[in-house]
């Protein structure tokens, strides 16, 4: 049974370009969220996503922006990408109604 | 604001010598309180969720307590195979979890 699927592992952008990452949640999973992992501190909430919509933000300005599809997986996007985007990008499914997440490997985003 | 603080922010320990992790925690509304493993770049690895204060969950050679205000993880006769980051998270209003920023745990032979 696979697991949360992450896509690519690593990037290498630069200042001010546009990049999307890509998740496959678990299989029964119908809610993925993402979070932002800086170097040394713990994941911070994004968004998250159930029925295509998003329900909840985190801090996050909107140069972040995600999608997602009927078959449940996501898209997360960052426009005008700074410096300080550059971190670990997880994305995390859960079943709704169940608690607990299963977070995948990350994407390691390197903006120079 | 929910917040979440661990302590210490690193931890060395020799194989066999046990030892607590420490998560303070300040939420509205506790969903769960969550403790996750994670290897250098890795994602985070569930390993327990506790919901109400009194709660006791074991793995192994890790237990998780939990009270009103703090969750404990502790470590009995740990293996240079616990070495890691250990997160603790709360689960607040809506679905969202909030991070502590992580106990990094090395277990030397």
């Known amino acids: 049974d696979a697991g949360v699927t992450q896509s690519p592992t690593h990037l290498i952008k630069t200042r001010g370009q546009q990049v999307t990452l890509r998740c496959s949640p678990k299989?029964?999973?119908?809610?993925v969220s993402w979070y932002q992992q800086a170097l040394g501190q713990g994941p911070q909430f994004i968004f998250q996503?159930?029925?295509?919509?998003?329900?909840q933000r985190g801090n996050f300005p909107d140069r972040f922006s995600g999608h997602q599809f009927p078959n449940y997986s996501s898209e997360l996007n960052v426009n005008a990408l700074l410096l300080g985007d550059s971190a670990l990008y997880l994305c995390?499914?859960?079943?709704?109604?169940?608690?607990?997440?299963?977070f995948g490997s990350g994407t390691r985003l390197t903006v120079v | 604001e929910d917040q979440v603080t661990q302590s210490p922010e690193a931890l060395r320990l020799q194989e066999g010598e046990s030892s607590s992790l420490n998560c303070s925690y300040t939420?509205?509304?506790?969903?769960?309180l969550f403790w996750y493993r994670q290897d250098p770049g890795k994602g985070p690895e569930f390993l327990f969720t506790?919901?109400?204060a009194g709660e006791e969950k074991e793995k192994e050679r890790l237990k998780a307590t939990l009270t009103k205000k703090e969750s404990f993880l502790h470590i009995t006769a740990p293996k240079p195979e616990d070495s890691a980051t250990y997160l603790c998270?709360?689960?607040?209003?809506?679905?969202?979890?909030?991070f502590g920023a992580g106990t990094i745990l090395r277990v030397k032979s």
């Open positions: 995390a499914s859960a079943r709704t109604g169940a608690h607990g997440y299963t």
């Open positions: 299989s029964g999973h119908d809610t």
């Open positions: 996503y159930y029925e295509e919509e998003e329900r």
């Open positions: 939420v509205s509304g506790l969903r769960g």
């Open positions: 506790l919901y109400s």
């Open positions: 998270a709360v689960q607040a209003e809506g679905n969202k979890l909030v």
